[in-house]
């Protein structure tokens, strides 16, 4: 049976703003039940009714409800009352490394996780930790805040790390291992594979190309330095280096490629499913890998079950259940924002930019290259514009004329890597190719990136011209589309009607291109 398309997305909607409204202007736990209870007196004039209206109504308070109640359980999660009153006096805490080390030049972080809390330590630089090591820290125990960024906006550093799961930070710590694990079937030895081939590959491509291979093949942009970092941001190409949801993309079609050379589909699938779990693992699970690697597992379940894969469908679906899993990515995130933005504007934007890009040549993908990128551009440009402050102006050129370069480099890149660890002659050879093609990467930022023109810091404007922003790009693209909803209008994964003479309807831009789209 299917659902109506207008339900769903009610029940979506109340979910969402129930989420919303916790988030940003807490509510009591009577409030939460009066709103269930309103629920359930719509639900019940429903039965007696039939009104439509009503029954949008009853699931969209019902969404709203389940927002509210798993906010509420998260909120009361994170509540640490007994850290928060030893706040800005120095303690001892005991704990485990509960993910990777982030190393950077000035600071090591740590997210201890102690008995009841998670708690970001910030220690020297020059001790190696691991994920799994028990530690003590000592050190002085602050709350986090907000500060100015350099284009003059406010970053709520708090809401960040709370949508990490953090509400303690731990400065100047004294950090002793206790102890080390030892379990093979620890997500340490995922670490430890991926410090094996980080190492063969700085053994073999020389900086600073290195660097960007780590940053397009594991997300690592500690290693590029500020001023080429900043090249990267002008020009609007950082996402490749915060391994944003294509390269994810490439990385799973290259493992699914691999396995079908010796396992049958239902094989491909089931070690598809856990290559994908693998490799968000080892990058560290941010929002835009999270959100792309949970798409492209419901893509692998609908080939296996013979299923039509509905893109959009897949979008909300991975957006539900990343904020099931941790609320406050809606509002704390930017990386779960702008990574559902621009996936929506590559799917619902796509098609109307294509038609009217039927000039542009299809050599070497330049045109959805081009398509792709001022779709999503589009699509994140409001509230990138309120969020940060700094337009690219030349980011639709440098993308089209780099992206088409990262599969070749990210290739060479593992190569050299994995080659380097039994042919050292042999990677020797393919560093020199991998060289190569990130330096083409990097010479495009750089020159581009040194224009005076090349981006301009936009002042700071309220959030209500955010919407309004977002109204335009709609009005925009119902007066070039010309049609209703409809991609959608359908459930997120359909049963295929093998021997149905009537074939299902599906929209353009839920089919478009849906390999290279889903995992933008």
Not at 2 to 10: E, F, G
Not at 84 to 100: D, K, L, N, Y
Not at 468 to 496: C, F, H, M, N, Q
Request: hydrophobic share 55%; glycine share 6%; net charge neutral.
């Amino acid at each position: 049976m299917r659902h109506s398309p207008v339900v769903l997305y009610a029940a979506i909607g109340g979910f969402v703003c129930g989420i919303g409204t916790y988030t940003l202007w807490p509510v009591s736990l009577p409030t939460i039940l009066y709103v269930a209870l309103l629920a359930l007196i719509a639900a019940l004039v429903y039965r007696r009714s039939r009104e439509q209206s009503l029954l949008l109504v009853t699931v969209f308070l019902f969404g709203a409800v389940i927002g509210l109640l798993r906010t509420d359980a998260e909120a009361e999660h994170l509540r640490t009352p007994a850290l928060e009153a030893q706040s800005g006096r120095a303690v001892t805490i005991e704990g485990t490394v509960a993910r990777e080390p982030d190393e950077r030049e000035s600071m090591t972080q740590l997210y201890v996780k102690t008995e009841s809390a998670l708690v970001l330590v910030r220690t020297e630089p020059y001790e190696q930790y691991h994920y799994g090591d028990r530690v003590s820290a000592t050190g002085q125990l602050e709350q986090p805040e907000a500060f100015e960024t350099e284009f003059g906006r406010v970053f709520d550093y708090a809401g960040y790390l709370k949508a990490r799961g953090v509400t303690q930070v731990l400065s100047f710590a004294d950090v002793k291992i206790l102890s080390t694990t030892d379990n093979v079937l620890s997500i340490a030895r995922l670490y430890d594979v991926k410090n094996l081939l980080s190492d063969s590959i700085e053994r073999y491509i020389p900086a600073p190309e290195a660097a960007l291979g780590l940053g397009l093949l594991l997300g690592e942009k500690r290693a590029l330095g500020d001023e080429l970092e900043e090249m990267f941001r002008r020009t609007g190409i950082i996402h490749i280096v915060v391994l944003s949801g294509y390269n994810v993309m490439l990385v799973v079609t290259f493992i699914m490629f691999l396995f079908s050379f010796f396992l049958p589909l239902r094989g491909r699938v089931v070690f598809g499913l856990v290559a994908i779990a693998a490799f968000a693992i080892i990058v560290g699970l941010s929002a835009t890998v999270l959100r792309a690697s949970l798409m492209a597992g419901l893509l692998l379940l609908a080939q296996a079950t013979g299923r039509v894969y509905l893109v959009t469908r897949a979008l909300f679906l991975a957006g539900v259940l990343m904020l099931l899993w941790q609320p406050y990515l809606l509002v704390y995130d930017i990386g779960f924002q702008l990574s559902f933005l621009a996936t929506l504007g590559l799917i619902l934007l796509a098609p109307a930019i294509e038609k009217r890009l039927s000039a542009v040549p299809r050599w070497f993908g330049a045109r959805g290259f081009l398509t792709a990128t001022i779709a999503a551009q589009i699509a994140v440009s409001p509230l990138l514009l309120y969020q940060i402050g700094q337009f690219s102006v030349l980011a639709v050129l440098v993308n089209v004329l780099v992206l088409p370069m990262v599969p070749l480099s990210m290739l060479l890149t593992f190569s050299t890597g994995l080659v380097g660890l039994v042919f050292p002659s042999a990677a020797a050879v393919l560093g020199l190719a991998a060289q190569l093609s990130l330096w083409y990467i990097i010479t495009a930022a750089q020159y581009f990136g040194s224009l005076s023109f090349a981006a301009f810091v936009v002042p700071a404007f309220p959030f209500v011209l955010v919407p309004l922003g977002y109204l335009l790009v709609a009005l925009a693209w119902y007066k070039l589309e010309r049609t209703s909803l409809d991609p959608l209008a359908y459930w997120t994964i359909e049963e295929v009607e093998a021997q149905s003479e009537t074939k299902t309807s599906v929209p353009q831009s839920e089919t478009l291109a849906a390999t290279p789209i889903f995992f933008r």
